[in-house]
């Protein structure tokens, strides 16, 4: 009995610092799932209308790569606030990291989407934050204003 408790108040220890640290990090979690899950409907919808043979083992393997990939990013995120943020006094640095790696992701689901629906649209977020703004990129009219 005696040999549990200590077992038990052990792991509590563990595992309160642990959670302390995933805290500020579980809505990361929700967004890269769901982001996730869409670029794997828009990307099987796009390689349908690419006329592309689809192996759902493939895209089982690749998805949960893919969120594997997303859980290391956000460890990294994390250990990066913990570590310089308290260093900086900022508490953004998890945010701004995740938002770099979710950024490609939603340029990713975009292109799919497009790509489904038969438009040639290229769609660049990460354009938004510069001096033009403009993050919708049409194929057709740049094709036109080379001709």
Avoid: Q
């Avoid at 990939?69 to 990291?97: E, H, K, N, R």
């Avoid at 939603?106 to 977020?125: D, P, V």
């Amino acid at each position: 009995m005696n040999e549990r408790n200590i077992l038990g108040g052990v792991t509590a220890t563990f595992l309160s610092g642990f959670a302390e640290f995933l805290g500020p990090l579980k809505w990361f979690f929700l967004l890269g799932i769901v982001l996730v899950l869409a670029d794997l409907r828009f990307g099987v919808e796009a390689a349908r209308v690419r006329g592309e043979d689809i192996r759902m083992s493939r895209a089982i393997r690749r998805t949960l790569n893919k969120i594997v990939d997303y859980l290391c990013w956000i460890f990294l995120a994390g250990a990066l606030g913990a570590t310089f943020g308290g260093a900086f006094g900022t508490t953004m640095l998890p945010t701004l990291v995740m938002l770099a790696v979710y950024g490609i992701e939603i340029n990713s689901c975009f292109a799919n989407y497009f790509e489904s629906k038969g438009k040639k649209i290229k769609i660049n977020i990460f354009k938004f934050f510069s001096k033009r703004g403009e993050i919708l990129e049409i194929e057709e009219e740049k094709e036109k204003e080379n001709k």
